[in-house]
T-cell receptor, first 117, second 116 residues
Framework: DAGVIQSPRHEVTEMGQEVTLRCKPI?????LFWYRQTMMRGLELLIY????????DSGMPEDRFSAKMPNASFSTLKIQPSEPRDSAVYFC???????????????FGPGTRLTVL | AQTVTQSQPEMSVQEAETVTLSCTYD???????LFWYKQPPSRQMILVIR??????QNATENRFSVNFQKAAKSFSLKISDSQLGDAAMYFC?????????????FGSGTRLQVQP
């Protein structure tokens, strides 16, 4: 089975440009998570969706960041305008949530390394 | 808020030897899950092992096992018969069992080197 797919794997852009990161979760998974990894802050949650609905976006740094999940098989994370401090590795993860106490495990994509010059 | 602490930034082990990576966490919850993820140079995050807090038995996956001490809030990872391919960053992670709080909280990681 295909795992979580992210594109692009690498992105280099200039400050002020719009950046769009894409994620395709594992088929059948109904929860999707966006994490960011930096040297200074480590791995931190940006936002997560359940059944395509954003549940917790408390980790989204500011209004420059937005995320959407128009259907169960696709999500985007957009940064507009981008800044050098946004340089990081962005991970998408998905899981299958069942009813009751959830024991789901999150499976990660390969990440997108973003560099903002 | 929950916190996860990995106090060993780097560890080294000889091939075929055993190594233990430490992790402690802080929570007021009684139901939760703990994970170890491996991140090789490819940066892919790979699940190594998972432990449910309500289970007293320590989880085991082949050469990987954990020592889960709930009262001490400790969750260490033991790697037996270390192999060169085990060299990576290892992250300990916590997740609440509550359905409304499902994000992972990660520790800062331990870089494991395996010497041939």
């Amino acid at each position: 089975d295909a795992g979580v797919i992210q594109s692009p794997r690498h992105e280099v852009t200039e400050m002020g440009q719009e950046v769009t990161l894409r994620c395709k979760p594992i088929s059948g998974h109904n929860s999707l998570f966006w994490y960011r990894q930096t040297m200074m802050r480590g791995l931190e949650l940006l936002i997560y969706f359940n059944n395509n609905v954003p549940i917790d976006d408390s980790g989204m740094p500011e209004d420059r960041f937005s995320a959407k999940m128009p259907n169960a098989s696709f999500s985007t994370l957009k940064i507009q305008p981008s800044e050098p401090r946004d340089s990081a590795v962005y991970f998408c993860a998905s899981s299958r949530r069942t009813s009751g106490i959830s024991t789901d495990t999150q499976y990660f994509g390969p990440g997108t390394r973003l560099t903002v010059l | 808020a929950q916190t996860v602490t990995q106090s060993q930034p780097e560890m080294s082990v000889q091939e075929a030897e055993t190594v233990t990576l430490s992790c402690t966490y802080d929570t007021s919850e009684s139901d939760y899950y703990l994970f170890w993820y491996k991140q090789p140079p490819s940066r892919q995050m790979i699940l190594v092992i998972r432990q449910e807090a309500y289970k007293q038995q320590n989880a085991t996956e082949n050469r990987f096992s954990v020592n889960f001490q709930k009262a001490a809030k400790s969750f260490s990872l033991k790697i037996s018969d270390s192999q060169l391919g085990d060299a990576a960053m290892y992250f300990c992670a916590y997740r609440s069992a509550g359905t409304g709080r499902r994000a992972l909280t990660f520790g800062s990681g331990t870089r494991l080197q395996v010497q041939p």
